[in-house]
């Protein structure tokens, strides 16, 4: 087993023994490191400022990522590379075409947003999607402007993404990623300080083992809830169990009728299947967080924070996904309905942990439609989500299933709704028996993020809305657009 964490930073090889298990990478950075480029603004994963890249070898290429290191753990860093934005501009000066860009287009504003500003650029413009604007804004989501001056940084993105100076990121790429593959962690790793555990299993075996010895370990996935609980909560746990280096943890499989995602999987890895099969579920991904956040966190890790307005669960319950529990060589299927007990409350066993989801394939005919609604478009949490599996035959509704967010203690399936609708025609009666169904399942609390009464009037709605979508005599999907500005 290994005790320190090997990685490169920038081109230059790293070993660090980790006094503290739960160092950020952004601590880290700034303290040992004196890389003082990468801010600190808020220290819970919502700024921006605090934006570096991750590169991993995948693939026999290197991938790079934004994430963001206020909220992540030095000891992930273990087999990756780091870079920060002192890595962006050339050995002799020559500044990063993402640089000259924010220059020339006077979008350096101040300080402490624009080193954010510049990874999360570094890291669009090497990924080489089409600049178009909402690409932008959602490359830029995460990286908030106290100063509102977003129009020159989107026309530095504009202009970067025109350059066609090749990526300097990318011109040590084969012997980086021969570096990368030399440092690959091939043991377990095993940090144990006064006490204190950060332990990383390479198998799930192993991983299995580790959850029933310290079964009150904290598991971490992506860290974007467990890192807000060090920096924000100020929590100290004694024992982590990271499962980011466990081989195969992270693969999405599909089969003909069915998805199968990894604990491990991050949104962005596994958004884009599952868009191939619902695009509103693919939508509501792109609505979490924000492209660095997204980069780190699981659906597994959302599933199991079980928080009551967590975005996937209500898609989730809608399809009857289902989870697959592991403790030991113990393994158990139990649809995702029947996960949660109460307010952040799970049947998660003592030592027992999430292994994969699995959703099913669209059903013929099946029509699935999410909707989110936060105060905010981008980087919001929901005040309401809700999420419909209707299938239509011959203008009745033979199947359907409901999932909600924000309308009750846990996530939840709504079986009165379901009951209501299955085999009538779906017309205004049957919508407003959903109605009165709905009502008569949920009574939802006011918090800072929407009052009951909005609640349950918004979410019985979205029941409306799902049936204008979708009724014959509905009015159809109405979209909404992002308008590209006039050249
Ligand atoms: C800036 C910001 C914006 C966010 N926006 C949204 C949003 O719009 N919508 C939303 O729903 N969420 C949002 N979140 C919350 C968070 O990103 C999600 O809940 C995410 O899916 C958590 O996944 P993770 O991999 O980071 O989990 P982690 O933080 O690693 O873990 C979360 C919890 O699950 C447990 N856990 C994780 N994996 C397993 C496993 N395999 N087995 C057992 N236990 C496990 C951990 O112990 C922990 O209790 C946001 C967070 C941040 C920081
Ligand atoms: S400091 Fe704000 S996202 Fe990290
Ligand atoms: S660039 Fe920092 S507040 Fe606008």
New binding site residues.
């Given amino acids: 087993m290994g005790a320190t964490v090997r990685f490169l930073l920038g081109e230059a090889e790293r070993e660090i023994a980790l006094a503290d298990p739960t160092r950020t990478v952004l601590d880290y950075l700034r303290t040992d490191e004196r890389r003082t480029g990468t801010k600190e603004g808020c220290a819970?994963?919502?700024c921006g400022a605090c934006t570096v890249l991750l590169g991993e070898a995948r693939d026999g290429a290197m991938r790079y990522r934004a994430v963001n290191a206020c909220?992540a753990f030095a000891a992930t860093l273990d087999g990756k590379q780091l870079l920060s934005v002192e890595d962006l501009a050339a050995a002799d000066g020559t500044p990063h075409p993402v640089q000259r860009a924010m220059v020339a287009q006077h979008a350096s504003q101040c300080g402490f947003c624009t080193p954010g500003f510049v990874m999360a650029l570094a890291a669009f413009r090497l990924a080489g999607a089409a600049p178009t604007r909402a690409a932008i804004d959602d490359a830029l989501a995460g990286n908030l402007c106290r100063c509102t001056g977003y129009r020159p940084i989107i026309d530095a993105a504009r202009a970067a993404c025109a350059d066609p100076a090749p990526d300097p990121l990318r011109a040590n790429e084969s012997a980086t990623l021969a570096r990368l593959q030399a440092l690959a962690p091939r043991t377990s790793l095993a940090i144990v300080r006064d006490g204190r555990r950060f332990l990383a299993p390479r198998s799930i075996a192993e991983l299995a083992a580790l959850c029933e010895e310290f079964p009150e370990a904290?598991?971490?996935?992506?860290?974007?809830?467990?890192?807000?609980a060090v920096t924000k909560a100020l929590q100290d746990p004694a024992c982590v169990i990271a499962?980011g280096a466990v081989c195969g943890l992270d693969a999405i499989e599909e089969s003909a009728h069915t998805i199968t995602i990894g604990?491990t999987a991050t949104y962005s890895d596994a958004a884009p299947v599952i868009a191939r099969h619902y695009p509103d579920f693919g939508e509501l991904i792109r609505?979490?967080?924000?492209v660095q956040?997204r980069n780190?966190?699981?659906?597994?890790?959302?599933i199991?924070?079980a928080?009551p307005?967590?975005?996937?669960m209500p898609a989730l319950l809608a399809l009857d996904a289902r989870l697959i529990l592991r403790r030991g060589s113990a393994v158990r299927e139990l649809p995702l309905a029947g996960f949660y007990r109460g307010y952040r409350e799970t049947v998660?066993a003592p030592g027992e942990?999430?292994e994969r989801v699995v959703l099913p394939k669209p059903a013929p005919g099946q029509i699935f439609r999410a909707y989110k609604l936060s105060k905010r478009f981008d980087?919001?949490?929901?005040a309401v989500c809700a999420a419909f599996a209707l299938t239509l035959e011959a203008g009745r509704v033979s199947g359907f299933g409901a999932g909600f967010g924000g309308l009750a203690a846990t996530p939840a399936r709504a079986p009165a709704i379901e009951a209501a609708v299955l085999g009538r025609r779906w017309d205004e009666a049957t919508l407003a028996a959903a109605g009165e169904a709905f009502d008569a399942s949920f009574t939802p609390l006011s918090d800072m993020r929407a009052s009951g009464a909005y609640r349950r009037l918004a979410g019985r709605n979205l029941l409306r809305k799902l049936y204008l979508e979708t009724a014959p005599s509905g009015s159809g999907r109405a979209r909404t657009r992002i308008l590209e500005p006039a050249p």
Avoid: M, Y
């Fill in positions: 819970e994963g919502d909220i904290t598991r971490l996935a992506g860290g974007t809830d467990v890192g807000l499962l604990a609505r979490i967080g924000s956040v780190a966190a699981t659906l597994g890790g959302n199991v924070n928080s307005i967590g975005d996937t998660l942990f999430l980087q919001d949490i929901s």
